[in-house]
């Protein structure tokens, strides 16, 4: 899609509105062949604002148009996040004519207090009315209580509502999408608490290998991050229509994306396979990030499913890369060694691909004239780095010149999708990921994959893409 500005931080491969500010995806529904993407929009700024939800659409999840506003702010307050779904049978009753009506969730933010309300559209998303017995649960006496999640209950034939409040996740139940009846809770003392929960999502996931599935809470955490900042966790555990229960210990921490820019990702409803995107951004510096005439990015979409080995459940992200992104392969080589290769790489976005045999030492170095970021693998302490320090402009915000870790057992394979202004990368098929951003003031045009120790790293596969659309 075309954007006014073609600014230097406008990324390739990963959405950004046209202008202005924007934070979490919201109401991430799929219908009759188009991805919708609402958004947290401040439509007269580059800085958070009133929220509304911007709006854009995307047949292939790469290339994406933007559409008008879907819902504005009004008595009851601001239009902060939540989600949407298709009323397939039209429980509510809000549909009109022959198209399934679609409803959003969401949370009016009001001065005084945060409540759920609805809006539904009779035209594949186009225009949206709110629904008129708004709000649809009511405060019960909680500063935190926002970004509904709902998604339809099979076993139960329920909508269940998923909500953040504070220190724990409410879920409620619907068999209308108006009127909800609580449930239960979870997790004050579970996880990371080291901020205040945003942005849940209760999903049952495949597990890899096995015929069943397995119930996964994805909680976005403020801050409390595992390197600063927002972050996402997860929990699993099961989920009988009414109560969550976690396999977990109390203490235990999982994390989704261990960068500092991955934040409020959620699912889309409707997909065959469960695809999540992320605000790949951080509350701690997202309002000053260097670019002009827009600001924030979402992440790349990524599909997910869960892998069990002796019993721990570990989250996979597989990035969608989609056919009509024209790949053209840059650098390709099996079965080698190095101690120190180079690579002319074009512009950004492109995509490198590691095989290694075993856990080694060495860095991958993103060079150019603006700036070098590093990616450390660490045999000796197990670890992954991400160096940011040097890598362009860091000093828009005390927070953002950083080394963000990443614990390693093992290393076969990494996945480094690098766009215009943020690195994401996927170790050992997406069991291991991390997002980082990053501002280099002029483009990347060389990698160096070097050994930290005074020997080779073998490998089984090098390989460098570059993409156009
Ligand atoms: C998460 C969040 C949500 C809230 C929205 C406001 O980033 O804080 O909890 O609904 O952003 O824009």
Same mark, same amino acid.
């Given at each position: 899609?075309?954007?006014?500005?073609?600014?230097?931080?406008?990324? *390739?491969?990963?959405?950004?509105?046209?202008?202005?500010?924007?934070?979490?995806?919201?109401?991430?529904?799929?219908?009759?062949?188009?991805?919708?993407?609402?958004?947290?929009?401040?439509?007269?700024?580059?800085?958070?604002?009133?929220?509304?939800?911007?709006?854009?659409?995307?047949?292939?999840?790469?290339?994406?148009?933007?559409?008008?506003?879907?819902?504005?702010?009004?008595?009851?307050?601001?239009?902060? #996040?939540? #989600?949407?779904?298709?009323?397939?049978?039209?429980?509510?009753?809000?549909?009109?004519?022959?198209?399934?009506?679609?409803?959003? /969730?969401?949370?009016?933010?009001?001065?005084?207090?945060?409540?759920? @309300?609805?809006?539904?559209?009779?035209?594949?998303?186009?225009?949206?009315?709110?629904?008129?017995?708004?709000?649809?649960?009511?405060?019960?006496?909680?500063?935190?209580?926002?970004?509904?999640? +709902?998604?339809?209950?099979?076993?139960?034939?329920? $909508?269940?509502?998923?909500?953040?409040?504070?220190?724990?996740?409410?879920?409620?139940?619907?068999?209308?999408?108006?009127?909800?009846?609580?449930?239960?809770?979870?997790?004050?003392?579970?996880?990371?608490?080291?901020?205040?929960?945003?942005?849940? %999502?209760?999903?049952?996931?495949?597990?890899?290998?096995?015929?069943?599935?397995?119930?996964?809470? /994805?909680? @976005?955490?403020?801050?409390?991050?595992?390197? %600063?900042? @927002? *972050?996402?966790?997860?929990?699993?555990?099961?989920? %009988?229509?009414?109560?969550?229960?976690?396999?977990?210990?109390?203490?235990?921490?999982?994390?989704?994306?261990?960068?500092? %820019?991955?934040?409020?990702?959620?699912?889309?409803?409707?997909?065959?396979?469960?695809?999540? /995107?992320?605000?790949?951004?951080? $509350?701690?510096?997202?309002?000053?990030? !260097?670019?002009?005439?827009?600001?924030?990015?979402?992440?790349?979409?990524?599909?997910?499913?869960?892998?069990?080995?002796?019993?721990?459940?570990?989250?996979?992200?597989? !990035?969608?890369?989609?056919?009509?992104?024209? #790949?053209?392969?840059?650098?390709?080589?099996?079965?080698?060694?190095?101690?120190?290769?180079?690579?002319?790489?074009?512009?950004?976005?492109?995509? +490198?691909?590691?095989?290694?045999?075993?856990?080694?030492?060495?860095?991958?170095?993103?060079?150019?004239?603006?700036?070098?970021?590093?990616?450390?693998?660490?045999?000796?302490?197990?670890?992954?780095?991400?160096?940011?320090?040097?890598?362009?402009?860091?000093?828009?915000?005390?927070?953002?010149?950083?080394?963000?870790?990443?614990?390693?057992?093992?290393?076969?394979?990494?996945?480094?999708?690098?766009?215009?202004?943020?690195?994401?990368?996927?170790?050992?098929?997406?069991?291991?990921?991390?997002?980082?951003?990053?501002?280099?003031?002029?483009?990347?045009?060389?990698?160096?994959?070097?050994?930290?120790?005074?020997?080779?790293?073998?490998?089984?596969? /090098?390989?460098?893409?570059?993409?156009?659309?």
């Amino acid at each position: 899609t075309k954007k006014t500005s073609m600014e230097r931080y406008r990324p *390739a491969l990963h959405f950004s509105a046209d202008k202005h500010w924007i934070n979490d995806p919201n109401g991430l529904v799929f219908y009759k062949g188009e991805y919708h993407l609402f958004y947290q929009y401040h439509p007269h700024s580059t800085i958070w604002g009133p929220m509304h939800w911007g709006h854009a659409i995307s047949k292939n999840l790469v290339t994406w148009e933007e559409l008008p506003i879907a819902l504005y702010p009004d008595e009851l307050g601001a239009i902060f #996040s939540g #989600s949407a779904v298709v009323d397939w049978n039209n429980t509510s009753g809000l549909q009109t004519g022959e198209e399934a009506v679609m409803v959003a /969730i969401f949370t009016h933010h009001g001065e005084d207090n945060e409540k759920q @309300s609805i809006a539904y559209s009779n035209d594949r998303g186009r225009t949206w009315v709110k629904y008129e017995g708004n709000p649809v649960v009511s405060n019960p006496d909680l500063k935190d209580f926002r970004d509904p999640k +709902v998604f339809w209950h099979e076993e139960t034939s329920k $909508w269940i509502m998923s909500l953040a409040c504070g220190d724990h996740i409410r879920f409620y139940r619907s068999h209308n999408l108006k009127d909800w009846e609580y449930l239960s809770s979870f997790g004050e003392k579970y996880g990371n608490h080291g901020g205040v929960w945003e942005c849940p %999502d209760l999903i049952n996931l495949e597990v890899e290998g096995e015929q069943l599935k397995k119930w996964v809470l /994805i909680v @976005s955490v403020n801050p409390g991050g595992p390197n %600063d900042g @927002s *972050a996402i966790q997860y929990f699993t555990g099961d989920f %009988d229509g009414r109560m969550f229960v976690t396999d977990q210990c109390e203490s235990e921490e999982k994390w989704a994306d261990w960068g500092r %820019d991955f934040y409020a990702a959620v699912t889309w409803s409707g997909t065959e396979q469960p695809i999540w /995107i992320g605000w790949m951004n951080n $509350w701690q510096y997202a309002n000053q990030t !260097p670019t002009a005439e827009f600001r924030g990015s979402m992440s790349i979409p990524r599909s997910l499913s869960l892998e069990n080995k002796e019993g721990v459940h570990t989250l996979i992200q597989t !990035p969608i890369l989609s056919d009509e992104m024209r #790949s053209n392969t840059i650098f390709d080589r099996q079965n080698g060694s190095f101690e120190s290769l180079t690579v002319k790489v074009p512009e950004q976005p492109f995509m +490198v691909e590691l095989k290694l045999n075993n856990l080694s030492s060495f860095d991958i170095l993103l060079k150019g004239e603006g700036g070098n970021l590093r990616v450390e693998f660490d045999g000796a302490s197990q670890e992954v780095r991400v160096d940011r320090t040097k890598s362009g402009l860091v000093e828009f915000s005390e927070h953002f010149a950083s080394v963000d870790a990443m614990p390693l057992k093992s290393f076969q394979d990494a996945l480094l999708l690098v766009d215009k202004a943020s690195v994401e990368l996927f170790v050992n098929g997406g069991r291991s990921v991390m997002t980082e951003s990053f501002y280099p003031t002029g483009s990347i045009n060389t990698l160096e994959f070097k050994s930290s120790l005074n020997e080779p790293v073998e490998y089984k596969q /090098i390989g460098v893409q570059s993409f156009s659309l």
